[in-house]
């Protein structure tokens, strides 16, 4: 089974690719309740292969050291019993060469067992820990946007990714009205929220090739756009209001004009690049005020072959719920999707944050409508 | 047009049957954010034809109080400039002797009106005016014993609304595969947010024909569902943890029996009366605890004709969004559906405190996931 | 024993004249959490005398309604067990009518107790009990201020308390170096935290005769004075930042002029009138920019006789703490006064809402430093 | 001036000691807002020296980095212009290795500087920034041991500080009636919160030579001392039923022993031990059970000589208060403590956490009544 051994392999070190310019105080701190040290990421996804992996299927692994289980386990329902509970970005220790320990421990466990020819449900559960840990690779790329962003000294991360201009005149593709296959066949992986190859009737509509810039979105502002309450969600209209938000996350204006921290560092706001760190309120505001909409994911995945897409994850006017005959998982592992599919909103693509090959046409990623750090985009349709 | 004058008098004089049992003090206050004193809900309503009606259309109208038209407009977004904000709880004044004068004056002027031969779009606000306040009449049932049940000597409003037991075998209806028709078509009222007909795809489905009683639900929470996270969306658990939520609203154990607050008075809980009073996640946790699930909005309409339904609004698992082609009427009244369209869910059919042929089977009503106060319960589908 | 049968009715028949012009609709208020509705006290200075005395002493006095008592009650930490915890802004029930005739229930067995010829102890409670209700009718009037001063339409309240101007020219009294005494001796009534007469060591100093006027503050806000943070407490400056304060309570700039909120309507604020509805920060923070300070409350009481006093309490420098050999009474009497004495502030005097003698020169009244709806002032010294 | 040339340097050594055997991770978290990261305290008191000695008095020093003199300047009402704030636990950057050159650097300078012939007034001010060190070196201890004490694994800080067990027998001390001199003379360095001999009255009174030993504080909490209100300040029983108190900070009950974390480790409590980590308010309530009282500043000075006392700072039941002619420096060492002086307590004596030589009989320490971290103690009076 050499594919999956060298895919595991080339993912596990890739995060340490991702982290090879951090200094050791970047590891450990939590801004806010939404962000997870990197530290905390490392540890916890490879708390994955141990609990579910090496526990469940290797019968002579020996738990590395149980503290870890109970600190990295991010589904706290099921923790066991302590005097303290843990607290992410307050934890100094384990210190960080000690979660790189931890890291080269589970590993070579895990090459000897997947040189062992595991089960076939052994490997499912691999691949799926695998797509995880590219799931906590991007959202590392957010949290130390975020960690650094806050920064007074808006400290920089060394051979970063940036956004590419838009270079593509913008058209809007037609798609005609009928019934339409939706979700993953049961070829190559997917999670259980894309599953489930369905019918739905869409009705004719037209969508946007390209996404919006920086230079498009800053006309919405200069327009007056974050004052003007008849563009807004009215719980999108008091979030602005109560969170004082007149432009994108890491945005600041100085001396008159638009700068925004990026992973390389703090500097005017670049015209021709995709606006990104915007809320879904912001995303429909914007559509709103150009008299236009954002699509359904439905649209969005059947339009999907005709777009330019995968800089940034794009915001749908769908709420995320179950497709038809969803079920989950038994046990943790049912614990993945369904129990976030309420108040969550579909976005669509994929983002330079995200992982070679982690993403398709079918998959559903979903956040918060007010979440902003992640590399989110608009596109739209009418 | 003798037909709306009858309408818009039967809406009006219907609030103060409802309110004949109340005294001066049950008026005025506002025990949580959601909740409006009746007060409140008579001069608003009354503000509603003002506003958009008498001085739109009517041009010798003169304005009661311009102080009322500040005060009891609920679009604070064109507000006016006040040294202070209207607080609904807290306002003593204009007294409830006040309030009601105003009613007569605006009805009295609407008389006038409404023989004078209105237009069209007059005729079209005036509809829409006698739903809204019909809207506001149901409230104020959820409002007033949300004010009554959380006083301690839990006092009743005579003469009230009460629930039915549940008499039919429960059954489950199967609906074939294929493309429907949703949606209200043009004949007689309708909210915005029903219009345009159009088709939808659903795949065979099985729905129950009664809602779910009292006993079943204790049988649920006698099974522990309230502490198995595992039945909860993650939101969910976070909200009764948090909340210390065990048992529906108004839901108190008594020497190990569950009683509950009712308009009509503290009492044992009615097996056989159906469940109400239950957040959209107690309805999922339900259902997730039978092995089943909530119906679709689209499901619930398609099947409606074969339901027993209309004593309490029904949690479907769709979130509150447009349907293709929807749009909003300009200026305040398009305020009415579309700005909501975010983060709440949809619930279909009606309640004990709908007032009489407000209801339809198009109709979408729709609220936040965790409120309770509402009179909402609880169709299986599978 | 006549004297305290008159003193009795006298007080209790005064509390009916505060309430005389009050709508049905202004008793039941609770705007914030400090505010007690006027229907609270009313029924909680009646519990008073009937938990105290009649329950106390009078063998066969039957409890008017056990809701009420335990509805009442301030001392909620022996309450019984209910289902539900009065709120007393939100009770609609009792109504005001119920009320009333409580209170008459209660006098009318409190006359007859008080013609029985009633133990000495009976009495020490009984007067007890009048201060108490004394204490309350001036807390009516900081309450009654914050629920008509907090509405749009700046209800006021008829034939209501006035501040005087402040006519006497200032001087500074000095008092020499020395030991005094201090203290309540122990002919009259007086609360426990002001007995025991005992020595204190003072240094020179001088005391203002007269309070600061609204002149005077103005110019210290026309001065920048609520901008300059080396004038405040570190906890003042956050007080005022964070709740965006830089007026007095009740104080609106409208046109360029202050104007303010007083019980006989919204004016333009009055220069000769002593300033009052000022925290204690603000105290501080004005005698700060004249280079004075406040005086303690030892200064106070030895220097009271000199002073021009009466029309506001005043916040002195004295933190409230016991005096020597202070000792509270057992059960629930003694929790008058001992267990607040931290982290509040002795003010002296009394003031326009103080009802007739019910002050002297060493009582003791005291709040928390940011408390602004009470009938304070300001008094320098050097 | 060799002498305060080694007092420099002694004290600047001293805090690298202290943290030598800190992990880098460490350094930089914030728990609560109380708690400052060892880093923070590091460039704080570097930049104290360098913002008030070498800024003012050295012609030719150059600020070693802008941003240190924003990010670790405490006094933020006259920071500067910036896109964000600092925010201690959160500021990845500098690191600590960044931080430790900036201490090398202006030690350096201050060396040179201090050979230099100093004038009277900059030597007064080191004499100061020497103590403002030694205050943050005690408050690096209660620090670490919250910010280790929260931890779930309970790291330790090797060679740390502890209590001894108290040996000798209880005795009340009496001191007679009189007039006393309370306050600092000029000889020696002091704060100016201590200054100004001045005199007071007191009235006799009894002291016990002994701080109260686990062993009796026990004894209360197994009395039931935390869960009976009449003992506590009404604010008191506020915070330990708002925050589920029911013992000191750190104590855990496990198998029914209570066990605390100790900066050596999480052991059984040791009943010899003088008890610590409790707040004024349990002080006072532990003093109410003993039906005796916490003593005065003024009585602790005047009684210090017979004490044994020095382990921990202990809560007189004085609020902290200006002494008579107190007057505060200008500008910026004005913030030092007349800001302050309000709703603060103060302690007396010193703790095994204090700098040696940092504290004397005068020296007048203070807190918030809710706070636990520091190693505070309890003396009884009466
Ligand atoms: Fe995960
Ligand atoms: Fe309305
Ligand atoms: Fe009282
Ligand atoms: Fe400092």
């Given at each position: 089974m050499?594919?999956?051994?060298?895919?595991?392999?080339?993912?596990?070190?890739?995060?340490?690719?991702?982290?090879?310019?951090?200094?050791?105080?970047?590891?450990?701190v939590?801004?806010?309740?939404?962000?997870?040290?990197?530290?905390?990421?490392?540890?916890?996804?490879?708390?994955?292969?141990?609990?579910?992996?090496?526990?469940?299927f290797?019968?002579?692994?020996?738990?590395?050291?149980?503290?870890?289980?109970?600190?990295?386990?991010?589904?706290?329902?099921?923790?066991?019993?302590?005097?303290?509970?843990?607290?992410?970005?307050?934890?100094?220790?384990?210190?960080?060469?000690?979660?790189?320990?931890?890291?080269?421990?589970?590993?070579?466990?895990m090459?000897?067992?997947?040189?062992?020819?595991?089960?076939?449900?052994?490997?499912?559960?691999?691949?799926?820990?695998?797509?995880?840990?590219?799931?906590?690779?991007?959202?590392?790329?957010?949290?130390?946007?975020?960690?650094?962003?806050?920064?007074?000294?808006?400290?920089?991360?060394k051979?970063?990714?940036?956004?590419?201009?838009?270079?593509?005149?913008?058209?809007?593709?037609?798609?005609?009205?009928?019934?339409?296959?939706?979700?993953?066949?049961?070829?190559?992986?997917?999670?259980?929220?894309?599953?489930?190859?369905?019918?739905?009737?869409?009705?004719?509509?037209?969508?946007?090739?390209?996404?919006t810039?920086?230079?498009?979105?800053?006309?919405?502002?200069?327009?007056g756009?974050?004052?003007?309450?008849?563009?807004?969600?009215?719980?999108?209209?008091?979030?602005?209001?109560?969170?004082?938000?007149t432009?994108?996350?890491?945005?600041?204006?100085?001396?008159?004009t638009?700068?925004?921290?990026?992973l390389?560092?703090?500097?005017?706001?670049?015209?021709?690049?995709?606006?990104?760190?915007?809320?879904?309120?912001?995303?429909?505001?914007?559509?709103?005020?150009?008299q236009?909409?954002?699509?359904?994911?439905?649209?969005?995945?059947?339009?999907?072959?005709?777009?330019?897409?995968?800089?940034?994850?794009?915001?749908?006017?769908?709420?995320?719920l179950?497709?038809?005959?969803?079920?989950?998982?038994?046990?943790?592992?049912?614990?993945?999707?369904?129990?976030?599919?309420?108040?969550?909103?579909?976005?669509?693509?994929?983002?330079?944050?995200?992982?070679?090959?982690?993403?398709?046409k079918?998959?559903?990623?979903?956040?918060?409508?007010?979440?902003?750090?992640?590399?989110?985009?608009?596109?739209?349709?009418?």
């Open positions: 050499i594919n999956i051994k060298s895919a595991y392999l080339n993912t596990r070190n890739q995060f340490l690719t991702l982290c090879s310019n951090l200094e050791t105080e970047d590891y450990s939590q801004p806010t309740e939404f962000v997870s040290p990197p530290k905390w990421h490392l540890a916890h996804t490879t708390w994955f292969f141990e609990q579910f992996v090496l526990k469940e290797s019968s002579e692994y020996t738990i590395y050291n149980d503290d870890f289980a109970y600190l990295f386990n991010s589904y706290y329902n099921n923790a066991g019993e302590r005097v303290l509970r843990p607290n992410r970005g307050l934890m100094t220790r384990p210190t960080v060469k000690e979660v790189y320990a931890y890291r080269n421990y589970v590993d070579s466990k090459v000897v067992f997947l040189d062992s020819n595991p089960s076939k449900k052994a490997l499912e559960i691999i691949e799926l820990g695998i797509n995880h840990e590219q799931q906590h690779q991007e959202l590392f790329y957010y949290d130390i946007k975020y960690i650094f962003g806050n920064q007074p000294t808006f400290p920089t991360l051979n970063s990714i940036a956004l590419n201009d838009i270079t593509q005149k913008q058209e809007f593709i037609t798609i005609k009205e009928g019934v339409y296959q939706i979700g993953h066949n049961t070829t190559g992986f997917s999670f259980d929220n894309e599953l489930g190859v369905h019918k739905t009737y869409l009705h004719q509509f037209k969508i946007s090739n390209n996404l810039t920086n230079a498009e979105y800053i006309a919405f502002i200069e327009a756009g974050y004052s003007n309450f008849n563009l807004w969600h009215a719980e999108g209209w008091d979030f602005i209001t109560k969170n004082n938000i432009a994108p996350l890491y945005w600041h204006k100085v001396k008159d638009w700068h925004y921290y990026t390389n560092g703090f500097k005017p706001v670049e015209p021709n690049k995709p606006v990104t760190h915007i809320s879904m309120y912001e995303a429909y505001a914007y559509a709103e005020w150009k236009m909409r954002l699509p359904t994911e439905f649209e969005w995945e059947i339009a999907a072959e005709h777009l330019n897409y995968g800089q940034l994850w794009e915001w749908t006017n769908s709420a995320y179950p497709y038809p005959n969803f079920s989950k998982a038994p046990g943790a592992l049912g614990e993945y999707n369904g129990k976030f599919m309420i108040n969550q909103h579909v976005l669509r693509g994929a983002s330079i944050a995200t992982p070679e090959n982690h993403s398709r079918t998959y559903r990623n979903f956040f918060q409508a007010d979440m902003r750090w992640l590399f989110s985009g608009i596109r739209l349709a009418q």
